[in-house]
Nanobody
Framework: QVQLVESGGGSVQAGGSLRLACEAS????????LGWFRQAPGKELEGVAA????????HYANAVRDRFTVSQDNAKTTVYLQMHSLKPEDTAIYYC?????????????????????WGQGTQVTVSS
């Protein structure tokens, strides 16, 4: 049974940094995307970043490119989202999710419907 547990959320002023972690257990293999999604109040869930565990290639939404970095530990059991230069519009609940993809190009990293397992979410609040 796949379990995803996020941590590291909190409150920060604009321009600050936070690092989120997603600890994954029960993944049967590394042919997975581990993605970060977020949902701001009144807005739809959107993809933020993802990493394909086999090979470690990274994907980013345009809104966070050059500010956020997604990475994994060597055991491929924890995925991080390092967030710099945070803006008030980054305020949201951030979710970690896992999706099976035998090959990286078999799915779009930001298609939430392809993700089968989700964490409980962690709140990120950025004040101006």
């Amino acid at each position: 049974q796949v379990q995803l547990v996020e941590s590291g959320g909190g409150s920060v002023q604009a321009g600050g940094s936070l690092r989120l972690a997603c600890e994954a257990s029960g993944l049967p293999d590394s042919r997975r995307y581990l993605g970060w999604f977020r949902q701001a109040p009144g807005k739809e869930l959107e993809g933020v970043a993802a990493i394909y565990l086999t090979g470690g290639s990274q994907h980013y939404a345009n809104a966070v490119r050059d500010r956020f970095t997604v990475s994994q530990d060597n055991a491929k059991t924890t995925v991080y989202l390092q967030m710099h230069s945070l803006k008030p519009e980054d305020t949201a609940i951030y979710y970690c999710a896992a999706a099976y993809a035998y090959f990286e190009e078999h799915m779009r990293w930001d298609n939430r419907n392809d993700y089968d397992n989700w964490g409980q979410g962690t709140q990120v609040t950025v004040s101006s």
